[in-house]
């Protein structure tokens, strides 16, 4: 991010020096500090009516409910935690808080069901197979209700905030599945080369 | 079961409306305090705009000054022959590598571009679809295998930013596809 960051802008002040519109950089550069001000104005409106409507779902229960409905589909992808741990509860409510668009309420799960996985790890300073399938399955992004996406297209001036839903859908199935394969392909590829 | 475009587009405007509705009635069955919890969740809000705004202004300054130096079309041009291979914008090449990094950043440049080109534009559709897709990859793996001291992390990097790629394949092609 640092490097992207002084990429930018390091690159943008030689070429408007190369083509002789050195004042641009200033102009640019104020001008869109405004914007950015004017912008995270905006975000406070939609942000906290929408985290507002996230933590009356939160204390309703419904990461609760959403982790006890997706527990059929994702047993079977940590066959290596025993029956019953609490490991698996925590990857499902972390899960489930993902999908609902509750950012926030996932990284506590996430970091307990790190704990959970820890306990289980034979080589504590190595991700165990488990961590790695959670942690394919976390950074693919199952998103089921894109809801801060549409408030940020709302609160920007989109005529329809909400269409590209059907879209989002599509584009984090095809990489939640690729996940799974691609972390499959390399549990079995190891599984062969390292025999203990 | 095929969904047609307009299908899916009339169906996602009411997502939202039938998600909060049923969070409410839910609520109100399970005697949650759904004002004072709002309220709750609101302050958030107010401290999570407050987090973003420097990482804003980072982001709209370095990105604002890389366009109207011209640089960007210099990148443009250099980039061009992958660039029509997948028919993504320059912008949004950026955009999938600054996600996999940081999170705020990533937001603050996809606002950036809804700003210059409006979300509506084909760039700030293929934006929306791409940070809703995707994930800060490394930025999970470095917090959540740091939380519990693993520091071999063996396949999950590979593994996470193939699945990036294919969430940038995938959003570029369906993008193209509902929205002519």
């Known amino acids: ?196 | 079961m095929i969904m047609t475009v307009e299908m899916m587009n009339s169906g996602a405007s009411w997502v939202l409306p039938i998600l909060i509705f049923l969070v409410f009635v839910y609520a109100n069955i399970k005697k949650v305090n759904i004002f004072e919890n709002f309220v709750e969740g609101a302050k958030d809000g107010l401290l999570m705009a407050a987090r973003l705004l420097p990482y804003l202004i980072g982001i709209y300054v370095a990105v604002g000054i890389f366009r109207e130096s011209g640089a960007i079309d210099i990148l443009v041009n250099l980039l061009s022959p992958i660039l029509s291979l997948v028919k993504a914008p320059a912008e949004v090449l950026f955009l999938s590598i600054v996600r996999s990094l940081s999170g705020p950043a990533a937001l603050g440049m996809m606002l950036e571009i809804f700003d210059t080109h409006g979300p509506d534009s084909f760039i700030g559709r293929l934006a929306s679809t791409l940070i809703g897709s995707t994930d800060t990859t490394f930025y999970i793996i470095a917090v959540y295998f740091g939380s519990v001291g693993v520091r071999k992390t063996r396949y999950s990097i590979p593994v996470g930013l193939f699945a990036d790629f294919v969430s940038f394949l995938a959003s570029v092609y369906i993008v193209r596809k509902m929205f002519k």
């Open chain 1, 1 to 196: 991010m640092n490097q992207i960051f002084a990429f930018l802008i390091l690159s943008g002040i030689l070429v408007a020096s190369i083509n002789g519109r050195v004042d641009v950089v200033v102009s640019s550069a104020i001008s869109s500090a405004e914007a950015a001000v004017e912008r995270a104005i905006s975000l406070i409106a939609v942000v906290s009516l929408w985290l507002g409507i996230a933590r009356v779902a939160e204390k309703a229960g419904l990461i609760g409910a959403m982790s006890r409905a997706i527990a059929p589909f994702f047993r079977w992808l940590f066959p290596s935690i025993p029956e019953g741990h609490p490991a698996l509860g925590c990857i499902l409510m972390n899960l489930s808080a993902n999908m609902l668009g509750f950012g926030n309420a996932a990284t506590p799960f996430g970091l307990k069901a790190m704990q959970e996985l820890q306990s289980l790890n034979e080589q504590p300073d190595t991700a165990s197979e488990a961590m790695c399938t959670f942690l394919a399955v976390n950074t693919s992004s199952v998103t089921l209700v894109p809801a801060t996406l549409v408030a940020l297209r709302a609160s920007a001036g989109s005529r329809n905030p909400s269409e590209i839903v059907g879209a989002v859908l599509f584009a984090t199935t095809c990489s939640t599945m690729a996940a799974i394969a691609g972390d499959y392909v390399m549990r079995m590829a190891n599984k062969k080369f390292v025999k203990r």
